[in-house]
């Protein structure tokens, strides 16, 4: 009864006052078709979801897979199956060797071209996934990096010479691009707001520890089984999360339209929701792609977003001090074994190396974070807690190499550690923070090439030149460690620049739609403008 005689209501009103009506009408259409709408995405969103990966599973998730790869990174360099090179007497007796350095019969150089030789891959697919990530589900380019990753492993393991395993570890590469520019996005976005820094922290921290757990993990197993097992079994550890990739449903990052819109929601300027009514699927935009016109979205849009980051200042500064520090950190964990078995002839180099790293690693990295958070997650704390506990390392790890004692040479490396372990946290929240959430993914994907392309890709091959030609381990350790105080000057310089948080950055430019998968994401933003009017509607 009542419809029928809002009905009527509405018939008289018409007959009554014609423009006005018509008004109505429209009123009305709207409402309607914005209801069914809502009812569509309120069915939708009733649908259950995975509730098993909650935010902090998800932390998990990505810190195991991290660990993995950069057990990779430690195996490889330990002694059990990087090896020693064939040693050739006088009298013209060789030895050997072991490891892959005696199989293939490498010189220092050639040995530190395979730890690096991952950058190929790396410095290629990186900006491919990072400007993917807007128009494909992130978790599939994740999935297909870490299939990528998992085959190449186990064709380290089958490698017959030189150039074929330096061709698998290229491929290894590409795995850890599509997964380390995508992480650090998702862990900030679903972190609590008073622990981002802590939640990246322990993240990072997985970087350190995975090396150590990987100098154990091949000096074990390389040492029973021989060096080609340990890559096998790191590939099986891999295969588990590759396939998960391909499974999970898709998950809404920051800064990016939502699962199935066409807009984003709202923009910082005016704070308006903005709403796209489709009448008939002749409304639906349609891209031309016939036109000649180049599209945002494409190569175009990659150089517009490449000089956003070029021209921010405080980014340009974070990745060169983070260079620097990466230029020894990387040298250390690729050379470390070797240099301390040959100063302090150390015969168990892989599991005391590893045991500081682990330490080092977990302590300094979590206590980064942690003392971020607690000094108020700001730019220019960041870069006091960078330039500070860089230059405090740089100092005890340069006194711990003077030291003749196998004792007062591990407090000392111990303390230094953990103090330059503390800048994973600061340094990659500088990263985020720095751009506009849109750009997040490319941020960390450049920043990753860059500290291998001119960190601690070169640093290896430099490493072992130097110390073929002096023939010295404690000297070409003193030497390497002296960069660190370099990083933390540029970081000093950090403190004063000015800088602007753009977490909160949300607006896309106009044309830059992206279309995404109808699926309910997997972690939903809560702080969201649409889904509270939804809420309430």
């Known amino acids: 009864m009542g419809v029928e005689a809002g009905s009527d209501t509405a018939v008289q009103d018409q007959e009554s006052n014609p423009p006005a009506a018509a008004a109505a009408a429209a009123a009305v259409v709207v409402p309607v078709e914005t209801e069914s709408d809502m009812a569509k995405t309120s069915t939708s969103s009733s649908e259950p979801a995975p509730s098993w990966f909650t935010p902090k599973r998800l932390l998990v998730i990505f810190c195991v897979i991290n660990m993995v790869n950069y057990v990779d990174r430690g195996a490889i360099a330990s002694n059990g199956v990087n090896g020693s090179a064939r040693v050739c007497t006088e009298s013209g007796v060789c030895s050997h060797g072991s490891g892959i350095q005696g199989d293939f019969d490498l010189s220092n150089f050639k040995d530190g071209v395979i730890s690096s030789a991952f950058m190929v891959g790396l410095l290629v697919a990186s900006p491919i996934f990072a400007s993917l990530a807007k128009s494909i589900n992130p978790f599939r380019l994740i999935g297909v990096g870490l299939s990528v990753w998992t085959f190449a492993a186990a064709g380290c393991g089958i490698s017959i010479d030189f150039w074929s395993i330096t061709i698998c570890r290229m491929l290894v590469g590409v795995g850890e691009a599509s997964f380390i520019s995508l992480a650090a996005p998702f862990i900030d976005d679903n972190a609590p707001v008073t622990q981002r820094t802590a939640w990246l922290g322990i993240f990072y921290m997985c970087i350190p520890t995975g090396i150590a757990v990987g100098y154990v993990y091949g000096g074990w197993v390389g040492n029973g089984l021989g060096w080609r097992y340990a890559f096998f079994g790191e590939a099986i550890l891999m295969l588990p999360f590759a396939i998960l990739g391909f499974v999970m449903k898709p998950l809404q990052m920051k800064g990016f339209s939502p699962a199935g819109s066409r807009k984003p929601f709202t923009t910082p300027e005016t704070n308006v929701i903005e709403v796209e009514v489709i009448t008939t699927d002749k409304d639906v935009p349609v891209l031309d792609r016939s036109s000649n016109k180049p599209s945002r979205s494409g190569l175009f849009r990659f150089w517009q977003d490449m000089k956003a980051l070029l021209l921010e200042k405080i980014y340009v500064v974070n990745v060169l001090g983070y260079i620097a520090y990466n230029f020894v950190i990387g040298a250390y964990s690729y050379w470390g074994p070797k240099a301390g078995y040959s100063i302090y002839h150390m015969s168990n180099a892989d599991l005391l190396f590893g045991g500081i790293t682990i330490v080092g ?4 990295t979590l206590a980064g974070g942690i003392i971020l958070d607690r000094m108020n997650s700001t730019i220019p704390n ?3 807690l960078l330039s500070t506990t860089t230059f405090l390392g740089a100092i005890f790890c340069f006194s711990a190499f003077c030291f003749k004692n196998l004792y007062a040479f591990m407090v ?11 800048t994973q946290g600061p340094v990659n929240f500088v990263c985020l923070h720095t751009v506009k959430p849109s750009l997040r993914p490319l941020s960390m994907a450049m920043s990753t090439v860059a500290i291998h392309v001119f960190g601690d890709v070169p640093s290896s091959p430099l490493v072992g030149i130097i110390q073929d030609n002096i023939d010295n381990w404690r000297t ?4 390497l460690t002296s960069i660190l105080f370099l990083a933390a000057g540029i970081w000093f310089i950090g403190i004063f620049l000015h800088s602007v948080d753009r977490y909160d950055e949300d607006k896309e430019l106009p044309d830059a739609t992206v279309e995404r998968s109808n699926t309910t994401p997997l972690l939903e933003d809560e702080t969201t ?7 309430q509607l």
């Not at 000392?412 to 503390?422: D, K, R, T």
């Open 476 to 479: 070409t350790a003193l030497i």
């Open 382 to 384: 960041a870069f006091k």
């Open 361 to 364: 690693g977990i302590v300094g």
């Open 529 to 535: 403008e649409t889904t509270a009017v939804s809420a």
């Open 412 to 422: 000392l490396f111990l303390i230094g550690e953990i103090l330059v372990f503390a």
